[in-house]
């Protein structure tokens, strides 16, 4: 695994962490000003900007603190001199619906640059299979 592999795994698994703690400030480190998400929820013309972006969390959080999981199954990196993308799988349910569903998963996918020598998500997609 290459140094930038690895400070974008670091980026990206901490991320995850801070999501399910429910720390905004974690969440929202090491994304760029001019961030577009597209997520599961609308707007369907995704999110732009890291004041939207901040903006979107707390409903999230609220209903994670129900009990859900936000759990990193798989992640996988690929790392240029100054532009990445990763993507990963997640368990992201409350336990009901992963019993019923047990192969459930969310997937992400994360568009980085790297500015002034440090990694940054400028692109996030969060979504989950269509029935």
Same mark, same amino acid.
């Given at each position: 695994m290459s140094d930038d592999e690895a400070e974008i /795994? !670091? +980026? #990206?698994t901490g991320w995850a962490r801070s999501v399910h703690r429910g720390d905004l400030d974690g969440v929202l480190a090491g994304h760029a000003e001019d961030l577009v998400m597209f997520d599961v929820p609308p707007p369907d013309e995704g999110i732009r900007g890291l004041a939207a972006y901040r !903006? !979107?969390?707390p409903p999230f959080f609220a209903w994670q603190a129900q009990g859900a999981c936000f759990d990193i199954e798989? +992640?996988? #990196?690929? !790392? =240029?001199t100054d532009v990445a993308y990763a993507y990963a799988l997640l368990r992201c349910a409350m336990p009901a619906e992963l019993a019923a569903h047990p192969t459930l998963r969310l997937r992400l996918t994360f568009g980085l640059r790297?500015?002034? =020598? /440090?990694w940054l998500v400028a692109h996030e997609h969060h979504s989950?299979?269509?029935d």
């Open positions: /795994r !670091a +980026l #990206i !903006a !979107a969390w798989s +992640l996988d #990196i690929t !790392a =240029g790297k500015e002034n =020598g /440090r989950f299979p269509h």
